[in-house]
């Protein structure tokens, strides 16, 4: 199987994954003459690269299954969380407060947000909302509270914060009335 190969139906199952369709009995088939300690050694017809590929495959579709799907929310939650992350060690940089423990610290607890979502995710299945109504929810307040250490991670670098953006951020949060006491803080 080529990259390209793999790629086309890495997308593909999580298309039909993101469309509610079980993907168990097409994809996930392992042959039954697949030897995996010939295989890592390079003996075997696949070679260790395409091993890894497959493993890392197979560990994305849960993790995506998992979240309830890619959607444009999940995306922005993403980007928001790695975009915290690099404004926190610059911030740090700026500051001369880095530290690799922190650093390091601050990456468990950006991935552990993410069992939040699939707790959430889990708990719409459970309580049978087909519109993801808990997980969007989870998600938005992420994004409510990554929006707003951002927003502090940019005025420690100095930066000027727009107001209607640290507003619409509280909005997400749930805390318009703490909004006037957290933005004399930024």
């Not at 993403?78 to 700026?94: K, R």
């Not at 995710?121 to 951002?150: C, K, P, V, W, Y």
């Amino acid at each position: 199987m080529c990259e390209r190969d793999f790629c086309c139906l890495l997308n593909e199952m999580l298309r039909n994954m993101s469309k509610g369709i079980n993907i168990s009995e097409t994809y996930l088939v392992v042959p039954p003459n697949l030897n995996m300690k010939k295989m890592l050694k390079g003996e075997g017809k696949l070679q260790r690269d395409t091993i890894f590929t497959v493993l890392f495959g197979w560990l994305l579709s849960a993790m995506v299954y998992l979240v309830g799907g890619m959607d444009h929310l999940f995306i922005a939650v993403t980007i928001f969380v790695g975009l915290d992350y690099i404004t926190g060690v610059l911030s740090a940089w700026y500051k001369k407060e880095l530290s690799s423990r922190i650093g390091w610290w601050g990456l468990a607890r950006k991935s552990l947000t993410f069992v939040f979502v699939i707790i959430a995710h889990q708990l719409d299945i459970i309580a049978g909302n087909s519109n993801d109504f808990m997980r969007d929810a989870m998600l938005m307040f992420i994004i409510g509270t990554e929006g707003i250490s951002i927003l502090e991670n940019m005025g420690k670098l100095g930066l000027p914060v727009p107001k209607f953006i640290t507003s619409a951020l509280f909005k997400l949060r749930g805390e318009e009335d703490n909004q006037a006491e957290s933005k004399e803080k930024i």
